[in-house]
């Protein structure tokens, strides 16, 4: 008798465990930029914002996780994840062979192009000969910049930012020829800017997925399955439950999750 009350108070408290999330005691932090709008940015009053930032704190409560944030610049994001000063990466990754031999990623919460950007009337064409002698910036260590060196740093000169911000200031002061970058990053951090008015695309989409991978998701240390199948699931829930849906629409007037 004794044997089976016991066997039933722990099969109750596995139960428990289970439904109320293996993280739902303990503490995960998140790294994210805080540079990179609007996926994630710091406003006027030092908070953090933007999609990265509320699609986080979503998936975080629809797997009953307590997370922080904790903001790192971008060339250092996986170093300072291996370094263990952060659990997960929320900050607009794209998920690339190159990044998989590093660390684990989740699936992917959204999925959007790259383009160029120019001054308006500039006549550029985006080709190899349309593009020689230009000066192109991008910023360092992002799927935007490795694609620009691979196909373009034989005609083009390449400067590279520790940040978008720095790359939009750099054209809009004259110093740049054409921007290379996101497209919704673009749109939303400078051509609906007061310095961007005067700029606009040029050129088409890049999705190639041997540069620009298989969408953004968040970055993980290898090993950290139940982790990442906690993320997995949560995106599935807030993709299902209209969480998801209820975020894009403050940012965005399209479907940014994508195909």
């Known amino acids: 008798m004794k044997h089976t009350a016991k066997t039933i108070v722990i099969f109750l408290f596995t139960l428990f465990f289970m439904t109320t999330?293996?993280?739902?005691?303990?503490?995960?932090?998140?790294?994210?930029?805080?540079?990179?709008?609007?996926?994630?940015?710091?406003?006027?009053?030092?908070?953090?914002?933007?999609?990265?930032?509320?699609?986080?704190?979503?998936?975080?409560?629809?797997?009953?996780m307590k997370c922080t944030f904790v903001t790192q610049s971008w060339d250092g994001m996986i170093p300072a994840l291996?370094?263990?000063?952060?659990d997960a990466i929320i900050a607009s990754m794209s998920i690339t062979e190159e990044r998989k031999q590093?660390?684990?990623?989740?699936?992917?919460?959204?999925?959007?192009?790259?383009?160029?950007?120019?001054k308006k009337d500039a006549g550029i064409e985006?080709?190899?000969?349309?593009?020689?002698?230009?000066?192109?910036?991008?910023?360092?260590a992002t799927v935007s910049a490795n694609f620009i060196n691979d196909n373009f740093s034989d005609v083009m000169t390449i400067r590279s930012y520790a940040t978008q911000e720095e790359a939009?200031?750099?054209?809009?002061?004259?110093?740049?020829?054409?921007?290379?970058?996101?497209?919704?990053?673009?749109?939303?951090?400078?051509?609906?800017?007061?310095?961007g008015k005067n700029y606009?695309?040029?050129?088409?989409?890049?999705?190639?997925?041997?540069?620009?991978?298989?969408?953004?998701?968040?970055?993980?240390r290898k090993g950290e399955d139940d982790l990442r199948k906690a993320f997995n699931e949560a995106i599935q829930t807030i993709r299902k439950d209209g969480t998801y849906?209820?975020?894009?629409?403050?940012?965005?007037?399209?479907?940014?999750?994508g195909d």
């Open 102 to 118: 590093r660390v684990d990623f989740t699936d992917k919460y959204y999925q959007t192009p790259a383009r160029f950007v120019t």
């Open 21 to 64: 999330g293996v993280f739902a005691q303990q503490t995960v932090r998140i790294g994210t930029e805080g540079a990179y709008p609007p996926f994630n940015y710091i406003d006027r009053d030092g908070k953090l914002q933007g999609f990265d930032i509320e699609i986080a704190q979503a998936l975080c409560d629809a797997a009953n």
């Open 126 to 140: 985006i080709s190899k000969e349309g593009l020689r002698g230009k000066t192109v910036g991008v910023q360092r």
């Open 245 to 257: 849906q209820e975020i894009n629409d403050k940012y965005f007037d399209f479907d940014v999750y």
């Open 168 to 195: 939009n200031m750099d054209i809009a002061s004259g110093r740049l020829d054409l921007l290379f970058a996101d497209a919704v990053v673009l749109q939303n951090g400078f051509l609906e800017t007061a310095p």
């Open 82 to 86: 291996l370094a263990r000063q952060y």
């Open 200 to 220: 606009e695309f040029v050129g088409p989409s890049y999705t190639d997925e041997a540069w620009f991978g298989e969408g953004i998701g968040i970055a993980l």
